[in-house]
């Protein structure tokens, strides 16, 4: 046990059988303790991140004619997340038909909710339709409703083939009405297309603006 554990040889050692015993059950201790937090230090920084980075508004405007909620992503990784998926769901305060005062979620069907590889951008879309819970919905019904855009990410890390995920949510007051994302792609002098992650979080107003009553 003194080889093993490299408590040497020295003038100080057990001299009885019982410090013998006491020295090898903290010898014991001590390697399961360096084991153990080896083993947890490892699975912390060997677990993947997602590193999205997502718009810090949503904004709505109109494509192709219909009234649509619209959003950024933008992958942070140097590596690319397969298989990705996105998720919307509209959470709100309600009035039951008893009375009762509940908060509900609704699920957003997305014009596209999943790219093989994501490895830049992804713009997420979820068209205002009659059959949206955001039909006939104004920014002040939202705010009254205590309304809520929750977006969810998941996807399988390129490098290690773990799964990452990634969430965040967007108040009533973080969705912008009659705005559209400002374009991020940019041309370089040798004629490659680019992203420009400056302007990734512009936007600017459209003519005119979609719903804006209040």
């Known amino acids: 046990m003194e080889t093993l554990s490299t408590i040497g040889y020295g003038q100080m050692s057990p001299a009885t059988l019982y410090g013998n015993i006491v020295m090898t059950v903290e010898a014991m201790f001590g390697l399961g303790l360096i084991a153990v937090a080896a083993g947890l230090m490892f699975a912390r920084f060997s677990r993947p991140t997602a590193r999205v980075m997502f718009s810090k508004v949503a904004v709505v405007t109109e494509h192709n004619g219909v009234p649509t909620l619209s959003l950024r992503l933008a992958n942070e990784r140097r590596n690319q997340i397969l298989e990705a998926q996105v998720s919307l769901a509209l959470v709100r305060d309600e009035h039951t038909t008893e009375g009762e ?15 093989s ?8 879309m979820h068209p205002i339709d009659t059959t949206s819970p955001l039909s006939n919905e104004t920014p002040s019904s939202l705010t009254a409703q205590g309304a809520e ?4 990410v998941t996807g ?10 990634a969430r965040t949510s967007y108040l009533a007051h973080e969705i912008l009405w009659g705005h559209r994302f400002t374009d991020v792609f940019t041309q370089t002098e040798d004629g490659r297309l680019a992203i420009d992650y400056r302007r990734f979080h512009d936007t600017e107003p459209t003519q005119p603006p979609v719903n804006q009553a209040t």
């Open 117 to 124: 590889i994501f490895a830049m951008t992804f713009s997420v």
């Open 101 to 115: 005062w509940i908060r509900r979620f609704y699920d957003l069907q997305l014009a596209r909710q999943r790219s």
């Open 149 to 152: 855009i929750v977006v969810t």
């Open 156 to 165: 399988l890390d390129e490098t290690l083939l773990q799964p990452v995920h």
